[in-house]
């Protein structure tokens, strides 16, 4: 009775949170209002329209699980009550939940068991009755009344069914009761923020804070944690802390999974592990989390001006989204198809989902499969399936039945509607990413001139059928499909509209501009388009990802057409680094961020058409952001079109995006790629632009500083001149030269280096020694290259596999596990990613040798650092870490690297890591996922980074080309020790 009667009277609540910068342009953490960068203004009002949806119908249904319902076993479990200690004693809040167990259900239950004891004493009158009835002891009928005797013990019999059940998790529990805290922490596009409250929590040292308790905050400023309560249907009002901490609590009856629905947040502490927020405030973003036996932390760190958070039993064990999915349009045709689908799968137990599989079926035909990779216990991710559609539909909706399996055991089932569109109408399509093997989508609006009917074409076998294609970027806080809705059909192009993976791209950057290309790529496939007729166009962060697109492949577009665009993260969105008198480890960081500064990559637009268009009237993005892009082309631009419109704002309806003028701009240029002599090509980060036409830069001088190279094909005699700055090497195609046909290379000013033709491998290849150009062999297929050249983020651009420790301690491997899946479950969130994380125990280094892998931990924690990384010069132990032979003492340093993975050349592994819990806990929140903040190849943490800052970064660096350290330019903050 004690554990049905239990109610949220019963249950406990505190509450606190920290963010970013509170203005739009800085608040970078939780970013809602601040991460698009571009739209901040807009930003502010969205998260306020999708209040957390109600789906909550395991309120009404709870359901309760009772995984332990051999009451028989109730008595058993008292001499285990020892070992259901244990855990409750652990003190770690790092270390994770145990699921329920039923020691612990049953031990609720000793208390209940006391009625037994009276049964004896019930007993007692009958014994005593035969004395009464001594002179009729012959009498056989007196015996008869003890046929009763059961009736008159019956009643204690039936006590065990009054008994409660097991002790179960509650139905719903709403956090109301908070402490809470205004801004503390230091965000901005920083490699290392400064946050008191997150340097606690690594130290160990934070505890559940009172009303009234000081804290001071990373500027300086002394703050009082206070009380707040939320209304009466749990939203609580954070615009005066937003940006700062709320902390709740509540106590558990049980060990457990429970759905964390919360919104509004940029990250939350659960026990002390890192939980993904929801900082845009979608309403959807529903995690499972494992709860302990008694008191349960949260540490929101609070991003926007409403929290609202609860915990809700799980209904079942599995389940499948109703509002997470990418899902295609179905387009009528005359023959069967397959296209690509996903939805969020929930593992909502403690065990793990293994060789399962997500069945489709769509209109009752027959289903199709794809299997499930590992999903780890209480954990989500997108899973793909593949849906087979017939020929011949003819109706406007279709619906698809998607069934998680496992044999024929049917554990999750849910129905979606998948509209079915004609050949020239609006339509969804979708395709495998190569950076996680996620399901991603895009839109497409048809050219009218034809049926356009999609169709698999060869790109070298257009004809005069083909057609262009405009790939439009939405802004922020806008879907694909709505974008694509303000555009009228046109007669002479397709009109392209990739996704972003999500509402809020990545600033168009990293994931965001990988996905604008892939989309490219696969419409390519569907539709005849015209190679030299491709176009990119966007609006406020689409314009911006438009400058992007473009002058990251500088050979794709002839033109682009830009309406409120901002060049760079320095000129608009705030928070990048700005040293005034930078360090050594701070140039590094100034190095690896350099990528995002656009406005500095702008002549890789030499080829293309460029249209500005800015309202005058811009309240949201200063005109004088496209006026930064049109002074810089002016210097050397001779193709480009700059209208600053009197009387506009922000918006002006559908003409804002696809007005006549522009359309007109676009429409009248054209590539002609077999007559390119002239290259001109910038960039600083190889991994993401190194090559135009028939040049390529293999290899800078110093890596990820900015490097260009001007370079002309001049006839009679046949020779390649042109200037380089920060190039080490280059390669140029056999596409430039007819063949057989001698030449030479004259390069700086230096020597010319003479060809008598181009080789039979279809390439030549230059270095420059000292001051002189000269020819070389290729390099070996093992040293950097553009296809794997480094830089933290890299490792996430190719199906990268997550791996966590289990060696370590408790407090280690309970670390390992959460930043793992923090990585995860905010790479589906920022990116609309679906990144598996497994065990050590299953990596398997055979299978997956064509994966990038992130190991979590050192070698003391985690196995597979053994198999990926026993020959890397950085190793990092329990208490003690080495740089080649340099050492660094103690158990409070934590690290990011990454190194080539060995047996392939194309392949990388990385490791977040540390010399233990605490140096681990360091990098909690490194924001990998963020654009414009950037790490180099390796990044080691003093104990102090997240109370000071930069200065407490021990060194930063990028290994030699040969992946060794003895070419290695790296900053160390000390000298030798």
């Known amino acids: 009775m004690r554990v049905r009667t239990l109610t949220l009277a019963n249950l406990t609540f505190l509450g606190c949170l920290t963010l970013w910068g509170l203005a739009p342009a800085v608040a970078q953490e939780g970013e809602p209002a601040a991460p698009p960068a571009a739209e901040a203004p807009e930003q502010a009002e969205q998260p306020e329209q999708p209040e957390a949806p109600p789906a909550e119908e395991p309120k009404a249904e709870p359901q309760p699980e ?14 285990e009550e020892p070992k259901t200690e244990t855990p409750a004693e652990e003190p770690k809040a790092e270390t994770p939940a145990e699921p329920a167990q039923p020691e612990e259900g049953m031990k609720q239950e000793s208390a209940p068991e006391e009625p037994k004891a009276e049964e004896p004493k019930a007993e007692e009158p009958k014994a005593e009755e035969p004395k009464a009835e001594e002179p009729k002891a012959e009498e056989p009928k007196a015996e008869e009344p003890k046929a009763e005797e059961p009736k008159t013990e019956q009643p204690p019999a039936e006590e065990p069914k009054a008994e409660e059940p097991p002790a179960e998790l509650p139905a719903e529990v709403t956090l109301t009761k908070y402490v809470t805290l205004p801004m503390v922490g230091i965000y901005g596009r920083a490699t290392v923020h400064i946050d008191p409250v997150d340097s606690a929590i690594a130290h160990g040292t934070f505890t559940m804070p009172k009303p009234g308790d000081d804290l001071t905050a990373g500027d300086g400023r002394e703050v009082k944690w206070r009380e707040a309560t939320s209304a009466d249907d749990g939203l609580l009002s954070t615009r005066s802390i937003r940006g700062g901490y709320a902390c709740a609590e509540f106590e558990s009856p049980v060990a457990g999974v429970m759905l964390l629905e919360a919104t509004g947040h940029a990250t939350v502490y659960v026990n002390g592990l890192p939980v993904a927020g929801d900082p845009y405030a979608y309403g959807d973003f529903k995690v499972p989390v494992e709860v302990v036996k008694g008191i349960n932390t949260f540490v929101f760190h609070v991003a926007q001006g409403e929290l609202r958070a609860k915990l809700v039993r799980p209904e079942t064990k599995v389940a499948l989204s109703s509002s997470r999915h990418t899902l295609p349009s179905l387009v009528k045709s005359e023959k069967a198809t397959k296209v690509w689908a996903a939805v969020t799968v929930a593992n909502q137990q403690g065990e793990p989902l293994a060789s399962a599989k997500l069945e489709a079926q769509l209109d009752g035909q ?27 539909l003819d109706k406007s909706v279709a619906e698809l039945t998607l069934r998680v399996k496992q044999g024929d055991q049917v554990l999750a089932e849910q129905q979606y509607e998948l509209a079915v569109v004609k ?32 169709q698999t074409v060869s790109n070298n076998d257009k004809g005069n059928s083909a057609l262009a294609a405009i790939v439009a970027l939405h802004t922020d806080g806008m879907t694909a499909q709505d974008y694509a809705g303000l555009f009228r059909a046109k007669t002479w192009a397709h009109l392209i509209v990739p996704s972003g993976r999500g509402m809020y791209p990545l600033d168009w950057e990293d994931w965001s501009r990988i996905d604008a290309s892939e989309a490219l790529a696969d419409a390519r496939t569907k539709w005849d388009i015209d ?26 577009f002839a033109g682009v057409a830009t309406t409120a665009a901002w060049p760079s993260l320095w000129t608009y969105g705030g928070g990048m680094p700005d040293y005034r008198d930078p360090s050594p480890v701070q140039e590094m960081l100034l190095r690896a961020a350099s990528p995002s500064d656009t406005l500095a990559h702008l002549k890789n637009l030499t080829g293309s058409g460029v249209y500005l268009a800015h309202g005058a009237d811009d309240d949201q993005i200063d005109p004088g952001q496209s006026r930064l892009v049109a002074k810089e082309l002016a210097n050397w631009h001779n193709d480009f079109a700059f209208h600053e419109l009197s009387g506009k704002g922000n918006w002006w309806g559908p003409e804002t995006v696809d007005s006549a003028e522009a359309m007109q701009f676009l429409a009248a240029r054209q590539r002609d790629s077999s007559k390119v002599t002239k290259v001109i090509l910038t960039t600083a980060d190889l991994g993401t632009v190194a090559t135009s036409h028939w040049l390529t830069i293999a290899a800078q001088q110093e890596q990820f500083a900015e490097s260009s190279i001007e370079i002309e094909l001049k006839q009679q005699p046949l020779a390649f001149v042109g200037t ?90 309970a670390w390992s ?58 190793q990092v132990r329990r208490g003690r870490l080495t740089f080649g032979i340099r050492p660094e003492q103690g158990d409070d340093l934590g690290l990011i690297v990454v190194r080539p993975r060995s047996g392939s050349n194309t392949r990388l592994v990385a490791a977040v890591s540390g010399t233990g819990a605490k140096g681990m806990r360091l990098t909690n929140r490194l924001r990998y996922f963020w654009a414009g903040v950037a790490y180099p190849d390796w990044l080691l943490l003093g104990p102090q980074a997240l109370e000071n800052g930069d200065p407490s970064i021990r060194a930063a660096g990028y290994f030699g080309e040969d992946w060794d350290v003895e070419e290695a330019d790296v900053a160390w903050r000390d000298l030798a020790l």
């Open 66 to 79: 009772t995984p332990q319902p051999e009451q028989p076993k109730a008595e058993e479990p008292k001499p």
């Open 817 to 874: 596990r959460a930043k793992a899946h923090y990585d995860a479950e905010t790479f589906a969130y920022r990116a609309g990613g679906a990144l598996e994380v497994i065990p050590d125990t299953e990596f398997n280094a055979d299978t997956t040798k064509d994966r990038n892998v992130v190991i979590y931990g050192n070698v003391d924690s985690n196995r597979a650092w053994a198999m990926l990384m026993s020959s890397s010069p950085v």
């Open 366 to 392: 027959p289903a199709s499969s794809t299997s499930i990779a590992w999903l780890d216990a209480a954990s989500l991710r997108g899973c793909p399936v593949e849906i087979e559609v017939p020929a011949g």
């Open 531 to 556: 190679d030299e007729r491709i176009y990119a166009s966007g609006h406020g962060m689409g314009g911006h990802g438009a400058l992007v697109l473009a002058t990251t492949e500088p050979d794709t």
């Open 423 to 454: 050949a020239d109408a609006l339509q969804t399509h979708t395709y495998r990413s190569r950076v996680d093997g996620s399901v991603q989508s895009y839109v497409v609006v048809p050219a009218t001139t034809t049926s356009a009917t999609t």
């Open 724 to 813: 380089t700055k920060n190039v080490k090497r280059i390669t140029i195609d056999k596409s430039a030269v007819p063949p057989r046909k001698p030449f030479v290379v004259r390069l700086d000013d230096t020597k010319s280096v003479p060809f008598a033709g181009m080789p039979a491998s279809g390439q030549v290849w230059l270095e420059k020694v000292g001051d002189q150009w000269m020819r070389r062999t290729s390099p070996k297929d093992s040293d950097k290259s553009p296809q794997r050249y480094g830089g933290m983020k890299q490792v996430f651009d190719h199906n990268v596999l997550l791996v966590y420790g289990t060696i370590g301690n408790d407090e280690e491997n």
